[in-house]
T-cell receptor, first 115, second 114 residues
Framework: GAGVSQSPSNKVTEKGKDVELRCDPI?????LYWYRQSLGQGLEFLIY????????KSGLPSDRFSAERTGGSVSTLTIQRTQQEDSAVYLC?????????????FGSGTRLTVV | AQSVTQLGSHVSVSEGALVLLRCNYS??????LFWYVQYPNQGLQLLLK??????LVKGINGFEAEFKKSETSFHLTKPSAHMSDAAEYFC????????????FGTGTRLKVLA
């Protein structure tokens, strides 16, 4: 597609429920990234995909968080048993290559609210 | 580990005035540096990047930034602010030269006064 597409744009969920956030990167972009943006804070790295593999999962906050990528394209970030501290904007980005020189292209994010 | 410091979480300027948003980084190797802009309810858009070529980098919307190794700074400037520049600005550095992970600053919200 023309840009990075994320869905849903907004999600309100009850504490303890599971949620899935979807990211559709730019066609041909091999690298995909998930970041979390909490109110008043910068962006927190969560996970990086190169193709379908995730060489760096170091930013995932707990084992309630997982992500996968299939077909070298769409990625899903899953949060199990959501907690109020999971409320944030989850941003997905993609890039043509993984050497960091081109900068990322970001989606518009999913605003997650846990009530 | 790399880190990025953005001085001033909020900056206000008058329309037509100089915009200066500060960014300092810590790095033991030449970094890649980026400025992003985020408009309300949108993702981040790349403004400009430094990847060890010219130290003065020009970006979109009339913004530019100068890489100063001696000061470990990469401040963002624009000679004349426009109302449409009101947004949040993020400085980012690649964790190490040539790798994928960016470390972002906490952002500076720019307000432009009429």
């Amino acid at each position: 597609g023309a840009g990075v597409s994320q869905s849903p744009s907004n999600k309100v969920t009850e504490k303890g429920k599971d949620v899935e956030l979807r990211c559709d990167p730019i066609s041909g972009h091999t690298a995909l990234y998930w970041y979390r943006q909490s109110l008043g804070q910068g962006l927190e790295f969560l996970i990086y995909f190169q193709g379908n593999s995730a060489p760096d999962k170091s930013g995932l906050p707990s084992d309630r968080f997982s992500a996968e990528r299939t077909g070298g394209s769409v990625s899903t970030l899953t949060i199990q048993r959501t907690q109020q501290e999971d409320s944030a904007v989850y941003l997905c980005a993609s890039s043509m290559e993984s050497q960091g020189t081109d900068g990322y292209t970001f989606g518009s994010g999913t605003r997650l609210t846990v009530v | 580990a790399q880190s990025v410091t953005q001085l001033g979480s909020h900056v206000s300027v008058s329309e037509g005035a100089l915009v200066l948003l500060r960014c300092n980084y810590s790095s033991s190797v030449p970094p890649y540096l980026f400025w992003y802009v985020q408009y309300p309810n949108q993702g981040l858009q790349l403004l400009l990047k430094y990847t060890s070529a010219a130290t003065l980098v020009k970006g979109i919307n009339g913004f530019e930034a100068e890489f100063k190794k001696s000061e470990t700074s990469f401040h963002l400037t624009k000679p004349s602010a426009h109302m449409s520049d009101a947004a949040e600005y993020f400085c980012a550095v690649s964790e190490t030269s040539g790798t994928y992970k960016y470390i972002f600053g906490t952002g500076t919200r720019l307000k432009v006064l009429a």
